[in-house]
């Protein structure tokens, strides 16, 4: 009797989540599919994880049409699938500019205005990390190759959003990592630079007197 009532409660788990998936829109069904790639990546890793799970991801933060005329013509054949506004930080120096993060189905773009000022393709990206913290920090390493200026250091508003489309569109999931404490990054010609995590009254990013960058 049991192994009846057991197997009965199978059946109707298993009819009620056959009608649940039925019933689901096309849009429920990729939130669902990115919902569970941000998990696999953040879940129980980054601040910030739970309560993003209450927010939607939106499919782009700006459209095909807010890009310059010059950009997408730059990047046409390419099918643009998520574009929203980011701070870059130039590797040495560490200054703060506003630039665009355009992801197509092969390729990222930083762009400034009607420049793009770096493409990397998926098929060449190395890692993705990111801290354990509350910051929107996220570095893009690249290869040691003389088409790329060096790693690409991003400070992102809706940073689960952003890595998640990136790894999937990448197909890049396993590469991305959260940090704990202090992360290497490539600054060109064969040298390397130190980004330091720290907790703080307030958000702010700068160039301490060593010359590292450090995320508060």
């Known amino acids: 009797l049991m192994q009846t009532s057991e197997m009965l409660r199978k059946i109707c788990v ?19 599919q990115q919902k569970v790639v941000t998990s696999a990546v953040f879940s129980g890793k980054k601040e910030g994880y739970l309560e993003s799970l209450s927010q939607p991801f939106l499919e782009t933060r700006l459209k095909e049409s807010d890009l310059n005329p010059k950009v997408l013509q730059l990047i046409r054949g390419e099918n643009i699938k998520y574009v929203t506004p980011v701070i870059k930080y130039d590797r040495n120096g560490f200054k ?29 990206l190395k890692g993705i990390s990111t801290s354990n913290l509350s910051d929107g920090i996220v570095v893009i390493h690249v290869p040691e190759d003389n088409k790329q200026k060096g790693d690409v250091i991003l400070q992102c508003e809706h940073v689960f ?3 998640t489309k990136l790894c ?4 890049k999931q396993s590469l991305v990592k959260v940090v704990k404490g202090s992360l290497r990054f490539r600054v060109g010609s064969g040298k390397e630079g130190t980004m330091v995590f720290s907790v703080g009254p307030e958000p702010q990013v700068f160039k301490d007197k060593t010359g590292q960058l450090t995320v508060v």
């Open 14 to 32: 298993r009819n009620l989540v056959r009608k649940y998936c039925r019933g689901l829109t096309a849009e429920r069904k990729v939130q669902l």
């Open 96 to 124: 703060a500019r506003e630039r665009l993060l355009v992801l197509t189905q092969s390729s990222a773009y930083v762009v400034e205005m009607a420049k793009i000022k770096q493409k990397i393709e998926y098929s060449t």
């Open 161 to 163: 959003e952003t890595v």
């Open 168 to 171: 999937i569109l990448a197909n």
